[in-house]
């Protein structure tokens, strides 16, 4: 006698699906695998570690493969460029320490921002002269190496924390090429990410002739030319902020034993020949003459360095002054002489203008150019400024009458 096949419960059918699902799931996953090559091989919890043993390693490194596999497998570009760049600008004893190290990547490449502290010292024999030791809290730009049991150290950036912000130092910056002039060393800062400023050494020749030409000063003096605004910012200690139309800064670096020009490449982009050689001129003034830091009135220090930059100039007054004499043709000539807030404020453009025309003014009524120079010296060298007008025979009171009818009479004359 034969039975009939038993069939499966709808209890055991359910079962086997779920087994199966489980079983193709596991096949997809892999648990059991090492993982592919994008996983990173150092976990978060041995990220500070980590790099803390690879930032010691660096500050330990006498030569540049020490140097540069302590920036990891895909940080060694960034390790070999700053070696060099140490090398090139007199760079010694190195040491980073770890401050902190974000707790989750913050982009969408998976770096993170870690806070490093750069102390170094400049021997005697820099290019840029000798310098004390100099310490600066920067931001790197880190993360897990997918290569090897390393953090990758990509780069180095002002610290995004809310906290003031140093410079990133130059030897960290980028590739760096020096151009020696003679009259001024040209620094290019190359990090790949724009074109820079075309013919800057020229410019840069150009503008210290014509300041050494009028004022006689032969003043060492470096021009700092990054690839873009961005990383002039940087170089600056401006973070997301950036520089915003400021073509030109001069001031002090860290390392630097002489003043420095750092120009913004964003800016350079936007002028012709002429505009951008007034910018460089400009500046160099300023880093030339004592401009920098200097306790003289903005007015005086900022329209000096326009009186260089455009005491050959060939323009007419309405292309040089244009924005000042619109504003006096419709309300009248300003009061008084541009005030600090005025310089730095939306119509910071004719502000400059004005500064600029008073010392024409000053040179054209009261002694020519050597009035404007002997001002300018006695000012900057701390004399108070109506001492120093009173020198060649003005004060502040007749030199801003002088320069409001001239302001009107020229505004009358151009249309």
Aim: no cysteine; charged share 20%.
């Amino acid at each position: 006698m034969s039975s009939s096949p038993r069939r499966a419960s709808p209890t055991l059918v359910a079962l086997g699906v779920l087994v199966a699902l489980v079983a193709v799931l596991l096949l997809w996953q892999q648990p059991w695998s090492s993982g592919d090559s994008t996983s990173p091989s150092v976990d978060d919890s041995e990220l500070d570690v980590r790099l803390r043993s690879q930032l010691t390693q660096a500050a330990a490194a006498t030569d540049p493969a020490s140097w540069s596999a302590a920036f990891g497998p895909d940080g060694a570009p960034v390790g070999a460029a700053s070696w060099e760049a140490r090398e090139a600008l007199g760079v010694a004893d190195v040491d980073l320490a770890l401050v902190s190290v974000g707790a989750a990547p913050d982009r969408e490449d998976g770096t993170r921002s870690a806070i490093v502290r750069v102390t170094w010292d400049v021997r005697e024999d820099a290019v840029l002269g000798p310098a004390a030791e100099s310490t600066a809290t920067v931001a790197a730009r880190v993360r897990p190496s997918t290569r090897s049991e390393t953090v990758d150290v990509l780069g180095f950036e002002p610290r995004g924390d809310g906290s003031a912000s140093d410079p990133v130092p130059l030897w960290l910056s980028g590739e760096v090429t020096i151009d020696d002039t003679s009259s001024a060393l040209v620094v290019t800062v190359a990090t790949g990410d724009g074109p820079g400023v075309p013919a800057a050494a020229a410019l840069t020749a150009t503008g210290a002739a014509q300041v050494s030409a009028l004022t006689g000063s032969t003043a060492r003096v470096a021009v700092i030319v990054p690839s873009s605004g961005e990383s002039a910012a940087a170089i600056l200690g401006r973070g997301s902020e950036g520089l915003g139309r400021v073509a030109g800064v001069a001031t002090t670096v860290a390392g630097a034993g002489v003043p420095v020009v750092v120009l913004n490449p964003a800016e350079f982009e936007r002028m012709d020949p002429r505009g951008r050689q007034i910018i460089v001129t400009h500046e160099l003034t300023h880093a030339m003459t004592g401009g920098i830091g200097t306790a003289a009135p903005t007015w005086l220090v900022e329209g000096f360095a326009d009186w260089v930059a455009l005491h050959d100039d060939t323009a007419p007054l309405a292309t040089s002054a244009g924005d000042l004499l619109a504003q006096v043709a419709r309300s009248g000539p300003p009061e008084a002489l541009p005030a600090d807030d005025d310089l730095a404020g939306p119509t910071s453009g004719a502000a400059y203008q004005g500064a600029w025309l008073s010392l024409v003014v000053l040179g054209r009524d009261d002694g020519g150019d050597a009035a404007v120079l002997e001002v300018y010296r006695e000012v900057v060298a701390g004399t108070p400024v109506e001492q120093a007008l009173a020198g060649v025979g003005t004060s502040v009171a007749e030199l801003t009458a002088q320069w409001r009818d001239y302001l009107v009479y020229s505004a009358s004359t151009v249309s």
